[in-house]
């Protein structure tokens, strides 16, 4: 199926993973996978989060705020404790969670996505190899230590059908844009039988968006926590969190700052991708202050210069400019982005169609430019003029080269 639109045009996700592990701060299922959380005491949150200041418009306003155009919520972690109250298994935190966040999220016109583990820790079912260098199985964990040879295929088959009635609830129920899956390691897919999967969720949502854990039926890859050095040929979607973690730790005060932020969103949508850019909620439903922060500043960022973010494609490939760039739809303005404090000329290389006017995105400064060298089919360097102090942003500054038709780039050696 064709990729959607509204993805690759969406470019800032938020990801939010709220679940019991706010309660005490501890890191999501993986406290008791690696053995650092005892699995009773893991599971005795569940009786203490509350969701008691949850509230899904405030989220949706300061994410609209922000500049995204989807968020991506978990609706169960591998820990197997759902947000919505699930007829399927006892794990789930007694009420529904995601209708008021589904319903908030299309009230601000934002695309609903949510997050789902094929691997779910704390089923009965659920028996998988654990993997080499993890601690020993807990005897308080359900969750077992089983060699491939020595499985019980009838446990599998009733596994599988406990995951879909889960799967056929949030298709049915919340018609999500976006299922996001994860936890796909552990099975292959003929295991997990993905093509049925993603045809049960298809019958309810015929233009859902998969992620690449969905393996064959994936639609964009999702590199995790750095911007990939060379960016996928098709949709993608860097997954990054504020701070070091992805739900709520109390001690975890490591927060990227907005500059660092903007450098991971321009970079990311010059290289053709989306942010998915994660909070932790709280356990009472509220996201910590410095990341609200962090946000606000990132849509004031994008608000600014949205013409350089929204509507555009991939830009210059390495090598052109020393910086992100997109390029507009209609390939006729191409939008440079500067980190740093020009100390003279800004040059570009290899552009073969003519500029016909370079300004300051935001102020509108048009700037001196001119193009030096270039010999038979070897093209010049476009030099223009550093901006004035004046019309600098403080995060990244964004200049618009409007260009005399489509771009052309020149990729030779430069011999004539």
Partial sequence: MAMQPWFTDAKLGIFVHWGIYAVDGVQESWSFYDGIVPYDRYMSQLERFTGARYDPREWAA???RAGARYAVLTSRHHDGVALWDTAYGDLDVGRDLLSGYAGALREQGLKVGLYYSHSDWSHPDYASTRRPGRPPEQEDNPYSEVAAEDEDLEAWERFLAFRDGQVRELASRYRPDLMWFDGEWERSEEQWRIKELAALIRSYVPDVVFNARMLSEGDYATPEQGVPIEPPAGPWELCLTINDSWGYRHHDHHHKSLTQ???YFTETIGGGGNLLLDVGPKEDGTIPQPQIERLEGLGEWIRRHAEAVYGT?????????YGPSTLSADRRTLYLTLFDIPRAEIGV???VTPVRRVTVLGTGTELVHQVVGGLHEAVGVLWIDPPPAADLDPHATVLAVELDG??????????S
């Fill in 261 to 263: 932020l903007v450098r």
């Fill in 62 to 64: 300061l994410f609209a």
């Fill in 313 to 321: 494609v991939r830009g210059l490939p390495a090598g052109h400019h």
């Fill in 349 to 351: 290389r290899g552009l």
């Fill in 406 to 415: 489509e771009l052309e780039l020149y990729r030779g050696s430069g011999r």
